[in-house]
């Protein structure tokens, strides 16, 4: 998977995905073969992190 430059593009494409598609961050990275610490690291420049509890950036 490509993952958006933007930040905003990049927070709704993972959290649909994780809604949708996938149990947990894990799994999603895995399968979709993407980098977990990049997708954190992007999406904390917009304030986001992940919560296990609720599978979704907030």
Known sequence: MTL???PMMLF????MKLRDFYKDLDEFCMKEDV????I????A???MEYSKEHN???
């Not at 709704?12 to 959290?15: E, K, L, Q």
């Not at 954190?40 to 999406?43: E, I, M, T, V, Y």
Request: hydrophobic share 40%; proline share 5%.
């Open 12 to 15: 709704s494409i993972v959290n």
């Open 35 to 38: 980098d977990k610490e990049v």
């Open 56 to 58: 979704k950036f907030w």
């Open 40 to 43: 954190c690291a992007k999406l």
């Open 45 to 47: 420049t917009i304030g």
């Open 4 to 6: 958006p430059e933007d």
